[in-house]
């Protein structure tokens, strides 16, 4: 499979539109930037660019940006380029410099989304970074949910090479004389993403199994199947028994309710409590709701 055949089978970009690519100067950034403009006439769009500095790695940072900006101008494509001072909004907020940069970032792509008049923002994640954020994930205690993965699309969000490897990115790269530029920081084991790309996977691979990424793309692929499954059950019985009665934020009619399995049940509780842009809720405390939801009754109780 072809990345327009991925494209064009997952729904990812429609005729017409106009999409903003999320640029680094990396290798899988430039193979997606080089990708898309390269097929934009046989996928009916228009591509532009834009990359952002987040000031932590001083002048090399700085000159990936400009790297970006050369290369677009060379190839005729629009591009914007910002900056913000990741670590000092780490420490104003409370955050990892990993949240802050991720956090300033998106903001970041969603202005210049809007400047250049884009209607999808494309990503490079990969099937490597995949197999990272599911391990991550599962470390954490992430459930089913965190085996999902990355998924192909999110909002306006689109990530067209995600089952693709780094190597055969690169290849493509290679293929068409097109330069990145490599992020030593990639190869340090400082974050904890890091240590789970540089020291859990290549032992995974070397002493497992060498074809890990795509196991783990297939189980990805395997639980998010099982995942909608759940959610559209759940979001049936939440239509049967939702009903209005201020100044509650939701409300359910508790007859028969007794009578769902308890998987269904905290699955309700999962759905309405994101609809409503609550906290996720922690396993027992999910359980403790199931459980007066199943007792019946008339009563209410605050979320977390």
């Known amino acids: 499979m072809t990345i327009i055949d991925f494209i064009k089978e997952n729904k990812l970009i ?14 899988d950034s430039m193979c997606l930037l080089h990708y898309l403009s390269e097929n934009a006439h ?23 940006c400009r790297f970006v900006a050369d290369w677009c101008s060379k190839h005729g494509i629009e591009c914007l380029t910002g900056s913000g001072d990741v670590r000092r909004r780490a420490e104003l907020e409370g955050m990892s410099e990993e949240e802050a940069a991720r956090a300033s970032r998106y903001e970041f792509l969603e202005n210049a989304a809007e400047k250049l008049g884009c209607s999808v923002i494309a990503t490079a994640h990969n099937a490597n970074d995949n197999a990272e954020t599911m391990l ?11 085996l999902c993965g990355i998924p192909p699309k999110r909002g306006n969000i689109v990530r067209p090479v995600i089952d693709f490897s780094r190597e055969e990115l690169r290849n ?31 032992w995974i691979k070397e002493n497992l199994n060498p074809g890990f990424e795509n196991v783990m793309l297939g189980l990805a692929k395997q639980v998010g199947a099982e995942v909608e499954a759940r959610e559209r059950t759940a979001r049936r019985e939440i239509a049967k028994i939702a009903l209005r009665l201020p100044p509650a934020l939701a409300a359910w009619r ?33 359980n403790e709701l199931v459980g007066l939801v199943r007792r019946g009754g008339c009563w209410r109780f605050q979320w977390a």
């Open 14 to 27: 429609s005729p017409g539109q106009r999409v903003l690519c999320a640029v680094s100067g990396g290798a």
């Open 136 to 146: 991550f994930n599962l470390t954490r205690g992430g459930g089913l949910k965190g």
């Open 254 to 286: 508790t007859d028969g309710l007794g009578e769902l399995p308890e998987l269904t049940l905290a699955e309700m509780l999962r759905l309405q409590g994101a609809e409503l842009s609550l906290p996720a809720l922690s396993r027992a405390r999910t």
């Open 42 to 64: 046989r996928l009916g769009i228009s591509v532009c660019a834009a990359s952002f500095d987040h000031m932590l790695r001083g002048e090399e940072s700085a000159s990936d």
């Open 172 to 202: 493509i790269l290679r293929e068409n004389g097109v330069p990145w530029r490599d992020d030593f920081t990639n190869d340090e084991s400082d974050y904890r993403r890091n240590k789970v790309r540089n020291i859990l996977i290549p």
